[in-house]
Structure formats: C-alpha cells, structure tokens
C-alpha cells in the first residue's frame, strides 16, 4: 500500500486522463499525513482508519472520485453533513457522494474547493 502502486497504476493507464487523475491523487494524499493509499477495486483508494475516496476513469471519459464511508456496509447508513463549497457532489445515499472531473484544468480549477470537501469527510468518517 503505497504511492508507488499508485504511480504503477497511472504509468500503466492509456488512459488520456491519467494526468488528472494523477492530480486528484497528490490533492488528496497531500491533506493528512496519515493518509496511506492503494489500488481498490481496480483504482487508487485512500483510507485512515477505513477507505473513504475511490478514485478512477468514468465509462462516459472523465474521472471519478467516490466518496464513502468505507469498504464493509454499514448496518446503519452515516448521515454526513458536507458544505459542498461550491463543488456539484452528486449524492448517492446519505453517506455516498461522486464528484467527476473532465481535465486537469478541471481538477486544479476545484482544487480548494475540493480540499474544503474532503477535510469534511475526513473528520466526519475517520477515527
């Protein structure tokens, strides 16, 4: 579990997006040190004390970050509390929201917004 894995993963990747996508991750990897990262379901994933965003390339061309709250179902669903700082989280449950970035434009142009988004999830998810 490491950053190498996920520099494998992206040098691996055809993927036009991989640039983004390697952006999205040091945005994230940058926020807490105790931050560790790997490839999950076939894509960078971050965790503290469990996994809590997912990233990876859309079906429709753009990239993906999924914000969970782990990676065993909860009996009973968080209900989190997000200000969403201007970013378009796509809500998929109380405790599950998607964000998509179409370029590394994209991603730079969101990124304190970002920042401001995953600070949140982090403290309302982590131990």
Same mark, same amino acid.
């Given at each position: ?8 993963? @992206?040098?691996?990747?055809?993927? $036009?997006? *991989?640039? &983004?996508?390697?952006?999205?991750? #040091? /945005?994230?990897? =940058?926020?807490? !040190? ?30 993906? @970050?999924?914000?969970?709250?782990? $990676?065993? *179902?909860? &009996?009973?669903?968080?209900?989190? #509390? /997000?200000?969403? =700082?201007?970013? !378009? ?39």
């Amino acid at each position: 579990m490491s950053r190498q894995e996920t520099d494998r993963y @992206l040098a691996s990747s055809s993927q $036009a997006l *991989k640039g &983004a996508l390697a952006e999205l991750c #040091d /945005i994230i990897r =940058a926020l807490d !040190p105790r931050i560790d990262e790997s490839i999950k379901w076939n894509a960078p994933s971050f965790s503290i004390s469990d996994h809590f965003a997912t990233t990876g390339f859309s079906p429709a061309g753009a990239i993906r @970050l999924v914000l969970h709250t782990g $990676a065993t *179902k909860l &009996a009973a669903p968080l209900v989190l #509390d /997000i200000e969403d =700082a201007g970013l !378009p989280l796509d809500w998929k449950g109380t405790d599950r929201a998607v964000l998509t970035f179409t370029s590394e434009e994209d991603v730079h142009d969101k990124a304190d917004a970002l920042r401001a988004v995953l600070r949140q999830w982090i403290a309302q998810t982590q131990d």
